[in-house]
């Protein structure tokens, strides 16, 4: 259940500044070619920050991309892309939309960016994912992360190193445990757990002080935390198969 997105590009700039190449129906040849095209005009790839290449049949990635220097977006969700190569760190990236693909851990990149990685958004939802990426721990700038929809089975303990998270979102896997160390995640506003096979929440989560919004409904919890009576700011709890409004 992916509730939440956030729009990192500004309206105004999106018309002059985007390649779309979306639903196009383009596979990863054709791609590279149309890519080639732009790149061979003088200094036409840099001018681009938004590339849109959602909804074609791409299974790879061309290294035409390392041209696109100033890119700043990049969406390829809905393709059939089998590995995400590590091709991103001629640029800064703030968005990486990658959803409903066939991506597995094996082959994510190694180390997302550089050390000076300006990454807010990494959607990887809908793809074959068996465990959380320890590479993504590493995106100390990350702000939204979307793994909902995998195959899932653990949150890691060093999750606290994302201590700029202001969304989590881990709905439709296999989690059966969340360990205490999301209680470090402060600015965190929305935590989704949905779908799960969660048996208990841990007390830490009364730490998440600017927590809105916890989604934890379909899984196996009997009770929760009463600690959970503190997040002043929560304001949407659904639970099990039902769904409240706190006021």
């Known amino acids: 259940m992916e509730c939440y997105t956030s ?6 700039t999106r018309e002059q500044k985007t390649l779309d190449l979306s ?9 590279s070619s149309e ?3 732009i790149v061979d005009e003088k200094d036409c790839a840099e001018n681009y920050e938004i590339v849109l290449l959602y909804n074609n049949r791409i299974k790879a990635l061309p290294d035409t991309l390392n041209r696109f220097s100033n890119l700043k977006i990049l969406d390829v969700s809905n393709n059939r892309l089998t590995v995400l190569p590590d091709i991103f760190k001629h640029c800064q990236l703030t968005s990486l939309i990658a ?7 094996e082959s994510l990149p190694k180390s997302f960016f550089s050390n000076k990685s ?4 990494l959607n990887l939802s809908g793809n074959q994912l068996n465990f959380f990426p320890e590479q993504v721990l590493d995106i100390a ?3 939204y992360l979307y793994l909902g929809g995998n ?3 653990n949150i890691p303990k060093d999750i606290w190193k994302l201590n700029s998270l202001q969304i989590l979102s ?3 896997n296999q989690i059966i445990e969340v360990p205490e160390s999301v209680g470090h995640l402060t600015g965190l506003q929305a935590l989704v757990l949905s779908d799960n096979l969660i048996e208990q929440l841990p007390a830490s989560i009364a730490r998440l002080n600017q927590l809105r919004s916890l989604l934890i409904h379909k899984n196996r919890l009997k009770t929760l935390p009463t600690q959970i009576i503190k997040l002043k700011c929560l304001t949407e709890v659904s639970t099990f198969f039902l769904h409240y409004a706190l006021i």
Do not use: A, F
């Open 151 to 153: 195959n899932i089975v």
């Open 7 to 12: 729009d990192s590009c500004d309206s105004d």
């Open 141 to 143: 700038s990350l702000r």
């Open 23 to 31: 639903s196009q129906m383009l596979e990863s040849l054709s791609l």
């Open 99 to 105: 959803k409903h693909n066939q991506l597995t851990n």
């Open 170 to 172: 881990l709905g439709g």
């Open 118 to 121: 300006s990454l807010r958004e």
């Open 35 to 37: 890519l080639k095209g």
